[in-house]
DNA sequence: CTTGGGTGTTCGGCAATCGCAAACACCGAG
DNA sequence: CTCGGTGTTTGCGATTGCCGAACACCCAAG
């Protein structure tokens, strides 16, 4: 266990750069050192890395394979080295992957991160924003936002707030349909469904006594969008009504683009969760960031923090019920 | 990122050892050495690793965090130097921590590992067996063995063998209560159950048409086990009926201990597999072995073959040479 | 067929670095 | 107060690492 770890560093660069000549231009260095120190860690490892020839070096399998092995420990040791490092001064320094959906990255997430950079100015950060689903290990992710059900159980997770959702048309498809006044009246409208026109679309609404089981409903759909910024704008456009998160909603509802239905029945909500994979360590930044994530949205998100809960849903001359 | 690694080794070996003096004096190298890479190490990454005193060094909390990983990455490496060196001569090195159940691990896992570690020489493995759930990944195993379900998503899995499962009971039981001639007698019966008495007791048995639902009978357990030898012995003792995987009811039923009820009744069968971490990289020691427990076990395990249904609780010698 | 420009490897000599041992500073137990 | 145990500092010696030039090699272009 005692190799030279100038050896491996000198390895890696001649690897990167193509050709030990070329990596001895750029780090300064004579290429009879790199020469010398790739032949020692081969020796050392019983194991020929390049294939040399007067046209350049070509890795060998195992020098492939070594090559990726110690990038990964050379990033696990960037991590401990970030870790233990600000321990002092308390800033937090290292670098940070995030996955996020899509709406939620760009409304929410997004501000918030960049307030957290500011906080701590020696930390890097990368925020990939993408509706599908993304594996958060193999895409090597310390960090994803998932919202609704977890299936990937290798995974930890930390709620971080509830995303309710409601139900909402526009104020002409309203004046046009009318309102339903009670959930069984939703079967009487057209209705913007998520997913897939295959699967048959239902929502699910809160119980009305405590311990009951949720009252669901299967509604028509006319129109299936697989997205919410979507739905969101055929329900503007006034196609139906649609469930929608209310962190999707909002600001329809602010400028009453878009009026709430039957708020007296809530669909049941989701729960937005952070989650990281479970190392032995969990770096400090994702520690910090996930307790700024939960400060900032577990009580009053953001989306709910608005004025609009208080006004009348009043839409020109329809007097739309609410309560 | 350019730290010098000797000094990072330095600094285990002073933890390890529990101070500079101790550490020096076991390397054979001087104490002011040592005392020098320290010091550097803690000036490059601006942090104290070492609170000092004439009384010997005592590690701070970032001194602590900074040993765990890199402890971590040494192993780490290690793997990386493992996988790839021997990588010519086709010899397999480094090192294998598996899990298994108790039974499984000492009949039939055993014989298999010692003779697999007789062909790769330099291939370090240990063996934990215990029957309770262990979890691979915090626990720090390589390999384990599963028997049945699998619940953890985060484990790569890959079956190794079919779990057939018999019902038995002792000569001396049949003769005197009979034997049953459908599944439905079998509720006239005493069985003998797996787990706690709190939960019903169900056999399943595979379906007589290909399509159908799999028959399943509540039992009457007098008996109720959580361990697959008891139930064994409790069977031959004459206690009752118990379903019993193959694996540990075969050598009983060949010396007629036991008998086979109801053999054109099959109950479903468990699956065995092997689960491991999903890393980025698979060692070659985990590949190998479970081409290997594959190999021997996936067509006919080695409990089906009939000259090996004696004594698989006789360690070793039998099955290397069927091999 | 020759030659030039690009590989990577080898060699000799210089010197910086590394490492040791001894001396030093410190503190607590006896 | 002294002794025995820390870890730290210092000065000197030589091993080690390093560079640059010369070398060997091969392909491609002329």
Redesign the interface.
Known sequence: ??????DI?AYIQVVENGGINAAASRLNVSKSQLSARVARLESE????LLHRSPRGVALT??GQ??Y???R???A??????D??????SGQIVGSLRIAAPMTFGTAYLGPLLYAFMREHPALDLSLDLDDRYVDI?SGGYDLGVRIGRLY????MARRIAASRRVLVCSPEYAQRNGVPETIEDIRQHDCICYGSASVAPYWQFVPQEEGEAPRQIVVRGRVHLNNGESMRDAAIAGLGIAALPMFIAAPALRDHKLIELLPESPLTADTIYAVYP?T??VSRAVRALIDTLVADFEHTPPWERDNLRGKPNTIGSIDVKSR
Not at 152 to 155: A, E, N
């Open positions: 266990m005692d190799y030279d770890f100038s560093r490892l019983h194991v020929k399998d195992a394979r070594f990726e092995h110690m990964d420990v050379l696990r040791m960037q991590q401990a080295v870790d233990v490092s600000g321990e002092e290990l990937d159980s290798s995974l479970q032995r360590y």
